[in-house]
């Protein structure tokens, strides 16, 4: 039943190491996954930086423009035209001067507003880009803080696992997590040949065990056809008493004394010896023995269940190696202790 016992916790003990195995290559593939994500996000602030400069420029510069031709048509409609001394040819070249001046200005405004329509649509453009890099960094800002809790639930699991190993917070590219990743699983190795070690040697001792038992069952059932033996025969001598007794008493009105005393003194010699076997039969110096020998035994492998149970939860935080040195000195005195005992009692009895 303690083997038993023992196994299933080895079973569940490789299973929970299997499944932090599993949450240790999640945590590492969500840190893989982030890094390219981060950079995404330091460039992308970058180009907001950037696009957010051009666009107050773009306005500032458009609200320059837009002040000069304010200006200008205030300086156009108080402007008050003192009497011409020019004459009509000259008027007529001041006219289409005037007029193609006049158009370039409406060029250059034609030019500007187009300028300024086109900083608009810029300006809402870098909105729409402003507020969709604001939603990335949102997303990105949950994406570091769920790395970050990763992060802290890897190191609580490393610090668990192993009492050999930490884990910083700059320990988080891909070689240190491929470095705790190897580390673990050579701990792991290693607590898988100890379980593997320990199971051989239970066997080992379990085989034993039912070796001594059985050879311990032979020797009682030689002494128990002993005993049945030494009963048919007990039984068989008093029947002879009872009938020499019936027979003296047939006997007795024609037999002297002297032959009379002689038969009565064997009788009693029979009868003492029909005593001493029954009192050795009550004492049964050999049953009682190997009863003792048999609690003793239980008794013994109740501790080492005992002191196994101890190792596997001991074995189950993969720490405290002295503490899984003593348990296990333990068990191999106690194991020495049983074995010699049962050499020095039972081998003799089965010889």
């Known amino acids: 039943m303690a083997l038993r016992e023992h196994r299933e916790q080895a079973q569940q003990l490789t299973g929970d190491i299997a499944a932090k195995e599993e949450l240790v290559r999640t945590i590492q593939q969500r840190s893989k996954s982030l890094e390219p994500q981060l950079k995404e996000l330091h460039a992308v602030t970058a180009a907001l930086s950037a696009v957010e400069q051009g666009a107050e420029g773009l306005a500032r510069e458009a609200a320059m423009i837009q002040g000069r031709i304010d200006e200008k048509q205030e300086s156009l409609s108080r402007m008050t035209l003192p009497p011409t001394t020019l004459t009509i040819e000259e008027m007529l070249e001041f006219k289409q001067g005037f007029a193609e001046r006049i158009k370039g200005l ?7 507003a187009n300028l300024l329509e086109k900083a608009e649509a810029k300006k809402q453009q870098c909105e729409e880009t402003a507020l969709r890099l604001r939603s990335t960094t949102e997303f990105l800002e949950q994406q570091e803080r769920q790395y970050k809790e990763n992060r802290v639930e890897l190191q609580g699991i490393v610090k668990n ?27 792991l190795q290693l607590a898988r040949a100890e379980r593997d ?23 009682m059932d030689a002494d128990n056809k002993e005993k049945d033996m030494k009963e048919d025969q007990l039984k068989h001598l008093h029947q002879r008493v009872v009938s020499t ?12 004394a002297t032959y009379l005393e002689s038969l009565k003194k064997t ?8 005593e001493v076997m029954e009192e050795l039969k009550k004492k049964g110096e050999n049953y009682k023995q190997r009863q003792d020998i048999l609690q003793r035994i239980d008794a013994q492998n109740r501790i080492v269940a005992g002191l ?3 190792l596997a939860r ?11 040195n003593l348990l296990r000195t333990q068990i191999t005195e106690k194991e020495r202790f049983l074995e ?10 089965v010889v």
Not at 245 to 256: I, N, T
Not at 267 to 274: P, T
Not at 314 to 324: F, I, V
Not at 341 to 349: A, I, K, Q, S, Y
């Open 106 to 112: 409406e060029a250059d405004a034609s030019d500007k």
């Open 161 to 187: 696992l192993s009492t050999g190993l930490v884990l910083c917070d700059d320990d988080m590219c891909e070689e240190d997590l491929q470095r705790v990743s190897d580390h673990l699983n050579a701990e």
């Open 197 to 219: 070690k320990a199971l051989k040697e239970f066997d080992d001792e379990k085989k034993l065990l039912e070796d001594q038992r059985n050879m311990l069952l032979r020797s």
């Open 245 to 256: 007794e019936e027979a003296l008493g047939k006997l007795k009105p024609y037999v002297g």
């Open 267 to 274: 009788i009693s010699e029979l009868e003492q010896r029909l």
């Open 308 to 310: 196994r149970q101890e």
């Open 314 to 324: 001991h074995k189950e935080c993969l720490g405290g190696e002295a503490e899984m």
């Open 340 to 349: 010699a005992e049962m050499r020095e009692t039972l081998v003799p009895g």
